[in-house]
């Protein structure tokens, strides 16, 4: 094992947006990084098999499930590739100036919306609706080739945050996969090592600098591992349904998810138009029982709901997720499934039906101003969090776009 017993002069664990943007940025200021992987670096595409084989879940109160990637590049390897801008207020009330960060990333990746001849007919459809009935129904930014983007939806129109990981590489990281760290080894002086899972046996890399990034329920995990217990707590994931219904002069195959929508609305939810895979639509009108409709895929328009979820879940240390939705949690979604029906039947679908809620977004597990101080560092010395764990509010938005600016900003304070 090329990484074992070898001094770094950063490790970085987990590799989804938040880690691969601080990988990429340490390596191009030349320095020496490992990058530890849990997942492989197989290739992913669109396909059920691929993804269902990168694809993790965690099942919080009452058997919702939160969807995450186990792969070089994390869950944006699963993503919809909105690319959402920052809070900064939230962030500069928490002693973070991110704007600088967010414009350097911009010229990093590719941001564009979905080109005018790429959007499908459902969306198509559902963007003149919800215009009619005086929705703000904006087009989103995504993180895209635009110039690859046709109606098929290939899947390597969409950037995600393997192309970091891969960057970082050239520049000499050394990306180590399926290896599982388990703690962070430290002493008074602070960080010193990282111990991991890998083929089998366990294995030591040297650092004084460790970042995690191994997302908002395995950060935690780790952090309660290495003695900080603080971590785990505050967690949160914003729930999210489809809402669903077929309409007459629609015969579509899948297209560009999240093309357009309301991002965010004072009642604190957020609405766009959806694309089901066939096998996710069939099984919502199944869980509802309105198996009427499974022969309906081609017909149907669908509109995703995200409400804003509150801060007060756990992580327990073997990561067991505790939260269940309050009741203004299902409030806020109830009132954003009215407004996507609404808008459904206003573009003429009939026997319109939603889905079980999932869990999006997990984090909040070690906020700023709790366990990482404005500098994402934790109590230990040289101990860094760079994930969406991070996230010191509730706020209800996909965080892709922000965590790569942390990470950033993080590479910029670790090589001033
Ligand atoms: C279906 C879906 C659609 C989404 N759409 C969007 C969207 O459109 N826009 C957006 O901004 N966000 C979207 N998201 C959310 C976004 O993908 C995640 O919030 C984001 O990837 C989180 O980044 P992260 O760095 O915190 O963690 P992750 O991306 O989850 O990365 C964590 C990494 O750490 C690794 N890891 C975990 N534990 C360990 C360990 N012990 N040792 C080593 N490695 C470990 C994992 O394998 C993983 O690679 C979506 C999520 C889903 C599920």
Same mark, same amino acid.
């Given at each position: 094992m090329s990484a074992a017993n070898r001094q770094f002069d950063a490790i970085i664990v987990g590799s989804g947006p938040g880690g691969a943007s601080v990988a990429r940025a340490l390596s191009l200021r030349g320095k020496h990084v490992l990058v530890l992987e849990a997942g492989s670096d197989a290739p992913v595409d669109d396909s059920l098999w691929t993804q269902a084989r990168v694809m993790r879940m965690n099942f919080i109160g009452g058997g919702v499930p939160i969807i995450k990637g186990i792969t070089s590049g994390g869950t944006s390897m699963l993503y919809f590739a909105c690319a959402v801008e920052p809070p900064l207020d939230l962030f500069r009330r928490h002693g973070i100036e991110l704007a600088e960060y967010v414009e350097q990333v911009r010229k990093e990746v590719?941001?564009?919306?979905?080109?005018?001849?790429?959007?499908?007919?459902?969306a198509r459809r559902i963007f003149?609706?919800?215009?009619? #009935?005086?929705?703000?129904?904006?087009?989103?930014?995504?993180?895209?080739?635009?110039?690859?983007?046709?109606?098929?939806?290939?899947?390597?129109?969409?950037?995600?945050?393997?192309?970091?990981?891969?960057?970082?590489?050239?520049n000499g990281a050394v990306l180590e996969t399926r290896a599982n760290v388990t703690r962070i080894l430290s002493d008074d002086l602070g960080v010193r090592a990282v111990e991991f899972r890998q083929s089998g046996a366990t294995h030591r890399a040297e650092a004084e600098v460790v970042v995690l990034a191994? /997302?908002?329920? /395995?950060?935690?995990?780790? #952090?309660?591992?290495?003695?900080?217990?603080?971590? /785990?707590?505050?967690?949160?994931?914003?729930?999210v349904i489809s809402v669903s219904g077929a309409v007459d002069g629609i015969d579509a195959a899948r297209e560009h998810p999240m093309v357009a929508g309301v991002l965010s609305s004072d009642e604190g939810f957020m609405l766009a138009d959806m694309t089901l895979h066939p096998a996710q639509y069939w099984l919502s009108a199944a869980q509802r029982l309105h198996l009427d409709q499974l022969p309906h895929y081609r017909k149907a328009l669908t509109i995703m709901v995200k409400a804003r979820d509150e801060i007060d879940g756990t992580i327990s240390r073997k990561g067991r997720v505790r939260?269940?939705?309050?009741?203004e949690d299902q409030e806020r979604l109830r009132r954003g499934r009215e407004c996507a029906s609404e808008i459904l039947e206003n573009a003429g679908a009939k026997r319109i039906f939603h889905s079980f809620p999932i869990g999006a977004h997990p984090g909040g597990t070690a906020r700023v101003g709790d366990?990482?101080?404005?500098? #994402?560092?934790?109590?230990?010395? /040289? #101990?860094?969090?760079?994930?969406?764990?991070?996230?010191?509010?509730?706020w209800g938005r996909p965080p892709s776009l922000t965590l790569l600016a942390l990470g950033s900003r993080l590479a910029a304070y670790l090589d001033a």
């Open positions: 590719p941001i564009a919306p979905i080109p005018e001849q790429a959007i499908g007919p459902r003149q609706s919800a215009r009619d #009935l005086g929705y703000d129904w904006e087009p989103i930014q995504k993180f895209v080739y635009a110039r690859r983007c046709d109606t098929s939806v290939p899947y390597n129109a969409r950037w995600n945050a393997r192309s970091f990981v891969q960057e970082a590489c050239r191994a /997302g908002g329920v /395995g950060s935690a995990q780790l #952090l309660r591992a290495s003695g900080i217990e603080r971590a /785990g707590r505050g967690f949160f994931c914003d729930p939260r269940t939705f309050s009741h366990v990482v101080d404005a500098n #994402l560092q934790t109590e230990i010395e /040289g #101990l860094f969090v760079c994930d969406c764990s991070v996230i010191p509010e509730p």
